[in-house]
């Protein structure tokens, strides 16, 4: 079993940067894919960004490309999401998951294909 823990959500005006932090513990060596996905209220989690666990591999959201960064922290088992230029429309509760398969990238996008998650951070950009 791996659990995920985030932090680093919040309120931030638009414009504005943040940064999340999702750290795994346990069995960390069955882990192939680190992602985030987001769920805006009334819709769908959707994809925001994943990185390979060696980190040689990563795949960004056209709608965050250029504004979030996904990274690693090998020491800490801890990824890591930079957002900045934030807008209203990223406001959604953003989970961290983890993948047991190797980097695909048609498959790191597919919340279905991530076997464990987090329980969330909210993060809120508003004025």
Not at 62 to 75: L, P, W
Not at 79 to 91: G, H, I
Not at 96 to 112: E, F, L
Request: proline share 3%; glycine share 10%; hydrophobic share 35%.
């Amino acid at each position: 079993q791996v659990h995920m823990q985030e932090s680093g959500g919040g309120l931030v005006q638009p414009g504005g940067s943040l940064r999340l932090a999702c750290a795994a513990s346990g069995r960390t060596f069955d882990i192939y894919t680190m992602g985030w996905f987001r769920q805006a209220p009334g819709k769908e989690r959707e994809f925001v960004a994943a990185l390979s666990w060696s980190s040689i591999n990563l795949h960004y959201a056209d709608s965050v490309k250029g504004r979030f960064t996904i990274s690693r922290d090998s020491a800490k088992n801890t990824v890591y999401l930079n957002m900045s230029s934030l807008k209203p429309e990223d406001t959604a509760v953003y989970y961290c998951a983890a993948r047991r398969s190797p980097w695909n990238i048609g498959a790191v996008t597919t919340v279905a294909d991530y076997a464990y998650w987090g329980q969330g951070t909210q993060v809120t950009v508003s004025s």
